[in-house]
């Protein structure tokens, strides 16, 4: 197992991903704003997001001391937006439970609203070179053709076998350089080589040992999950529209979109003044299609929690990206109607 760790190590060194704007810095803060924002998100969409998250709020107190209004304002369009919400709180537990600094315990650090144990553990590893390995699910497919589990990836039984392993593959004494290109290592493994489909042996540096290869088994493993049935469900958003200002009401704190500013949304069709081009969102668990419909004769049913907002104004808010996609479509017809009354 220590060979793995070195493998992993010296690989990482010679052709592991760098520049990332996260990297070359063990500040746990900006190292913990990139954990959340990687979990479940692509390295390239997150890259934009963080570096103008880090322009408006450069330090935990900044991100503690601002409102939930401002901080979902800035994950607009990145997804999952549970995470947006634990980020302030966590901010405000560092602030106001660890003094504004991140503990190096990684017990501590998953006390945090919204870091699991892996996310915990990344973070001690990348910023104080503590030495204990990361479980996440590009790893857990390492870990499962490495060792030759006949296993899907996912469950708590799965993870109870696999975290001793992983705990066996750090030694004791590595370095705090060790433990960041060992952390980096097993993600950019699961990202570039180790791949979910058609991996790239051919260059992996733990291969000549990983038992799925010589078993010929890299294509099929971890054993597939068993499908479950998506569900679509269906939505009708109301885009009340008063000249150059819309409607927005703020959406409750649970369910999805929670906190967000979004259009009123009706269970069945109402009368429309334009119905827009209906389309499809998908969720983790679920499809929503979601058809647009745009009210120019009459006013909101409800005016409760919801404010008239112009449209340049409106994408500031904090909004999901299919309620962003809508108010993008109509300043675009608004552009070409006022173009077509110009000529």
């Known amino acids: 197992m220590e060979r793995f760790f070195q493998q992993i190590v010296e690989w990482q060194l010679a052709n592991g991903r760098k520049g990332l704007p996260w990297q070359e810095t063990a500040d746990p803060y900006r190292i913990w704003l990139s954990e959340i924002m990687l979990q479940q998100t692509q390295v390239s969409s997150v890259i934009a997001y963080y570096q103008k998250f880090l322009q408006t709020?450069?330090?935990?107190?900044?991100?503690?001391?601002?409102?939930i209004d401002e901080v979902l304002a800035h994950w607009s369009?990145?997804?999952?937006?549970?995470?947006?919400?634990?980020?302030?709180?966590?901010?405000?537990?560092?602030?106001?439970?660890?003094?504004?600094?991140?503990?190096?315990?990684p017990n501590l650090l998953a006390s945090l609203p919204g870091v699991?144990?892996?996310t915990a553990n990344a973070i001690a590893a990348f910023s104080y070179g503590v030495t204990?390995?990361?479980?996440?699910?590009?790893?857990?497919?390492?870990?499962?053709?490495?060792?030759?589990?006949?296993?899907?990836?996912?469950?708590?039984?799965?993870?109870?076998?696999l975290w001793p392993i992983a705990i066996n593959q750090v030694p004791a004494d590595a370095t705090h350089r060790e433990m960041i290109a060992y952390t980096q290592g097993v993600m950019d493994m699961g990202n570039l080589v180790c791949k979910r489909t058609k991996p790239q042996c051919q260059v992996c540096p733990v291969a000549a040992s990983c038992q799925a290869y010589h078993a010929n088994q890299q294509d099929e493993l971890p054993l597939p999950k068993p499908k479950k049935t998506v569900q679509t469900k269906r939505?009708?958003?109301?885009?009340?529209?008063?000249k150059d200002q819309i409607w927005l009401e703020k959406r409750p704190d649970s369910g999805i979109w929670g906190g967000l500013w979004s259009f009123p949304e009706e269970v069945d069709v109402i009368e429309a003044s334009i119905n827009l081009p209906v389309f499809t969102h998908v969720f983790t668990h679920f499809?929503?299609?979601?058809?647009?419909?745009?009210?120019?004769?009459?006013?909101?049913?409800?005016?409760?929690?919801?404010?008239?907002?112009?449209?340049?104004d409106a994408l500031t808010q904090g909004v999901p990206q299919p309620v962003r996609r809508i108010i993008e479509t109509i300043a675009a017809m608004q552009q070409d109607y006022r173009l077509q009354s110009q000529n």
């Not at 947006?84 to 003094?99: G, W």
């Not at 497919?141 to 589990?149: A, C, E, K, Q």
């Open 287 to 312: 499809k929503l299609e979601i058809s647009p419909l745009l009210i120019t004769n009459m006013p909101p049913k409800n005016t409760e929690n919801g404010n008239w907002f112009l449209l340049e």
């Open 57 to 67: 709020f450069p330090t935990v107190y900044a991100l503690a001391n601002a409102s």
């Open 132 to 161: 204990v390995p990361i479980l996440d699910g590009n790893v857990k497919r390492l870990m499962i053709r490495y060792l030759g589990l006949q296993e899907s990836v996912g469950g708590t039984a799965q993870e109870k076998k």
């Open 235 to 242: 939505a009708y958003l109301c885009i009340y529209q008063n």
């Open 77 to 105: 369009g990145l997804g999952y937006y549970a995470r947006a919400r634990n980020l302030h709180k966590a901010a405000q537990m560092v602030v106001d439970t660890f003094d504004g600094k991140f503990p190096s315990d």
């Open 116 to 118: 699991g144990q892996s």
